[in-house]
């Protein structure tokens, strides 16, 4: 398994946007990139996934270094229920994927 | 369809005794997978199925861990013997193939005193 880097803790102001980085260095050329939130006392929910090109869907953005080496989790405006730990997940596409690789993350914090 | 549910919630055990849990998955969904979660640390893959086949059980923890998925649709996960360090939120995931997103359910969280 590709290993990931994380901040442990991260703190953004209510309706700024977040930029959430990762690095995986070691990632294959064939896995993609997925992230992952978890709110407290609650399973994890799936945010977005990329392998390439950069990503939107209505809950975040997701900007791939050019290396693949890194990158970027983006919430454009954070609200409360934002705050969550935030997990980057690189993960294959073929039928043989199965096991999703769980680190610390990164614990995010939105402050009113 | 309402997501992953599992039952239940909560469950506090006395060491020794045998505990099982339940999850239903998305209908649709073909692969679920159960994993655990200790505080302060993200979740660990324990095992999972296809349909009716459970295809990766080497993660489970022990030989007191056992998972069924009996017609391809809900699955349990016994911990026969459980132990203090048992205690965990386990949590359960499905699924269509190896796609897009897991959806997991909001786990049960395993006290065992």
């Known amino acids: 398994d590709a290993k990931t880097t994380q901040p442990n803790s991260m703190e953004s102001n209510e309706e700024e946007p977040v930029h959430l980085p990762c690095n995986h260095s070691t990632i294959s050329g064939t896995d993609y990139i997925h992230w992952y939130r978890q709110l407290p006392s609650q399973g994890p929910e799936y945010v977005i996934h990329?392998?390439?090109s950069n990503v939107n869907n209505r809950m975040a953005s997701l900007a791939i270094a050019e290396d693949r080496k890194s990158s970027t989790l983006i919430l454009h405006r954070a609200t409360l229920r934002d705050a969550a730990v935030y997990y980057c997940?690189?993960?294959?596409?073929?039928?043989?994927?199965?096991?999703?690789?769980f680190g610390k993350g990164t614990k995010l914090s939105v402050i009113p | 369809d309402t997501g992953v549910s599992q039952d239940p919630r909560h469950k506090i055990t006395k060491r020794g005794q045998n505990v099982t849990f339940r999850c239903d998955p998305i209908s649709e969904h073909n692969r679920l997978y159960w994993y655990r979660q200790t505080l302060g640390q993200g979740p660990e893959f324990l095992t999972y199925?296809?349909?009716?086949?459970?295809?990766?059980k080497s993660r489970l923890l022990s030989d007191r861990f056992s998972a069924e998925r009996p017609k391809g649709s809900f699955s349990t996960l016994e911990i026969q013997r459980t132990e203090q360090g048992d205690s965990a939120m386990y949590l359960c995931?499905?699924?269509?193939?190896?796609?897009?997103?897991?959806?997991f359910g909001s786990g049960t969280r395993l006290t065992v005193v």
């Open positions: 990329g392998l390439t």
């Open positions: 199925f296809q349909n009716e086949a459970q295809l990766e």
């Open positions: 997940i690189p993960f294959g596409s073929g039928a043989g994927s199965y096991q999703l690789t």
């Open positions: 995931a499905s699924s269509l193939g190896g796609q897009g997103g897991y959806t």
